[in-house]
């Protein structure tokens, strides 16, 4: 199989460059310091009947035009990211062409899926090459397949729906004009980038780091219940089609709230019964194109924080979870800075730096097209999908709602749930998709060691710590004597952790020994960083004592 086309010249001094969509930036940091770039989404499409290559070559050419992301570069200048576009390729760099010589059917799509497997996994660098790659394999005249992989800095799953829309559209619908394109895409790239500095950004910017001071740093899942194991992904697939899909939707949508906003209550309400916190924080990808966007192609997708509290009933939690989706969402245009001084002010508060524990995506998938034209050709979706090894850092719902059936992937990576409370987890979850209300909205409690809750003003638990094992952490630092370890109330009535050291060695300082516990946090959900250290040696004159704060985000 032949490697992706020739590479592209990189930028110079006379294109004019733009900045980044705030997807797109968010997605550039989530890359910064590796070499990989190859975050892709990817379509895939068996066709059978005469297909007609150069009416396909054509819709392609059409569909590249009419979007510019698909044209995109993107490279640093002066220590930013910037983008430009790109003229149009030719037709070899459009679609490449390969004719498959197989036994049969069977191995044609085996060699079809390992195509697939390998241009998502080989990464894009798009400072010389194009934002996309589409093949056209050919093993019968009436038995081809299409597959295409594309950046996330350029299609988001919007975005990649509006392609297949577009790329069958042109092609069953004859439209083939290629005159590129660019003044939509560089619309909204412009305003959204006005948008970032406006007043209204401002506020958006002040309401999010107000929200910071007791958020949970992370996700905390009782070791009783099965507890961190190891590095190993979880993965259910729960798929509902047809008459079942149909009721449950119809039961939903009797009580007027939408799909998303059960499914994220259910995840939550999963999530409550197997943790002792009284707050969650769920990483909601959210669709960032404002109404002038609608229909352009790129990545808009951008990440924020949803903020659930454990309520008096079940049943009160969908109510708060539209209200706080609602809310999110209309402040979903913020800097990732203002996100991060948001959690700077969390771990400052509760001694542990930021782990994205819960996350969910959600898609109302429209890009079915099946038989399009009604004639000879007929189209499958998804027919080369191959089998990759999925990685996993916390707990994820990814949820795709189509016209005939809801598909749901739970995920779970093993230092944050082992197999035994995932499965209690997932069983849980699956009760209340069957509509089961669940026994209690109290927190979990079984079979944990000696934790010590941590509470926001509110009473709110936010984080449980184990003071034995801070203790011997403490213990551990070869300057220290002895330790001990204690749960305050802080000034404005919230909990913090305070360490009380006897010194072995009277060199040895606070910002030391916080470092020392610092570097035992990973892989410890229940340790946490003293807030306040005092260094005790000699007598009470002699104490030394500072409060101290973690300096950012981990």
């Not at 299609?155 to 392609?163: C, E, H, K, P, S």
């Not at 609608?294 to 969908?318: C, S, T």
């Not at 998938?365 to 007929?378: N, P």
């Not at 230092?415 to 026994?439: C, I, K, N, W």
Request: aromatic fraction near 6%.
């Amino acid at each position: 199989m032949s490697s992706r086309p020739t590479r592209l010249e990189a930028v110079d001094l006379d294109t004019a460059v733009h900045p980044l969509l705030p997807g797109q930036l968010a997605h550039h940091r989530a890359l910064w310091g590796t070499a990989e770039q190859g975050v892709a989404v990817w379509m895939s499409y068996q066709v059978t009947g005469p297909l007609d290559v150069a009416a396909f070559v054509g819709a392609v050419r059409s569909t590249v035009a009419r979007h510019a992301a698909l044209r995109i570069g993107v490279t640093t200048l002066d220590g930013e990211p910037v983008q430009w576009v790109r003229p149009m390729p030719d037709d070899r760099r459009l679609v490449a062409m390969t004719q498959v010589t197989a036994n049969d059917t069977e191995q044609f799509t085996r060699y079809v899926r390992s195509v697939l497997a390998a241009d998502i996994r080989r990464p894009f660098d798009l400072a010389v090459e194009y934002p996309f790659v589409l093949r056209l394999l050919r093993f019968t005249p009436t038995l081809h397949a299409v597959l295409g992989v594309f950046s996330n800095y350029a299609v988001d799953a919007t975005a990649r729906m509006i392609v297949v829309r577009d790329l069958w559209g042109a092609y069953f619908g004859g439209g083939t004009d290629a005159d590129p394109v660019d003044a939509d895409y560089l619309a909204a790239v412009t305003g959204q980038a006005a948008a970032a500095d406006s007043a209204r950004a401002q506020a958006v910017s002040a309401y999010w780091r107000q929200r910071g001071p007791w958020l949970p740093p992370r996700c905390q899942f009782l070791p009783g219940l099965g507890g961190p194991s190891a590095s190993v992904a979880h993965t259910e697939l729960l798929t509902l089609v047809e008459d079942e899909w149909k009721d449950v939707r119809e039961r939903w949508q009797a009580a007027g709230f939408s799909t998303v906003q059960w499914l994220l209550t259910l995840f939550a309400a999963a999530v409550f019964q197997l943790t002792p916190q009284d707050r969650l924080v769920v990483s909601m990808k959210l669709n960032g194109r404002r109404h002038a966007d609608q229909g352009v192609v790129g990545m808009f997708d951008v990440v924020v924080p949803v903020v659930l509290d454990r309520p008096d009933r079940p049943a009160d939690l969908l109510v708060q979870v539209r209200r706080e989706l609602l809310s999110a969402t209309s402040r979903r245009t913020v800097t990732r800075q203002a996100l991060d001084d948001m959690w700077a002010t969390a771990v400052r508060r509760l001694g542990r730096p930021v782990h994205d524990t819960l996350s969910m995506t959600y898609l109302e998938d429209t890009a079915d097209r099946d038989d399009a034209d009604g004639g000879a050709v007929a189209i499958e979706r998804g027919a080369y999908t191959p089998t990759l090894v999925r990685t996993a850092d916390g707990l994820r719902i990814a949820a795709n709602e189509r016209p005939n059936g809801l598909g749901v992937r739970l995920t779970v990576d093993g230092e944050t749930m082992s197999q035994a409370t995932f499965t209690r987890f997932v069983a849980a979850f699956r009760a209340l998709l069957a509509g089961d209300d669940p026994a209690s909205a109290a927190p979990a409690t079984e079979s944990g060691p000696g934790l010590t809750p941590l509470r926001a003003p509110d009473g709110a638990v936010v984080l449980v710590v184990d003071l034995a094992e801070v203790t011997s952490v403490l213990d551990s630092h070869p300057a220290v004597a002895s330790a001990r370890i204690s749960v305050e109330v802080a000034e404005d009535g919230g909990s913090r952790l305070a360490a009380e050291v006897t010194p072995a060695d009277a060199g040895v300082t606070a910002d030391d020994l916080a470092s020392h516990v610092r570097s035992h946090v990973a892989g410890r959900p229940f340790l946490a960083v003293p807030v306040r250290i005092a260094v005790v040696s000699g007598t009470p004159d002699d104490e030394r004592s500072e409060e101290l704060f973690m300096d950012g985000v981990g």
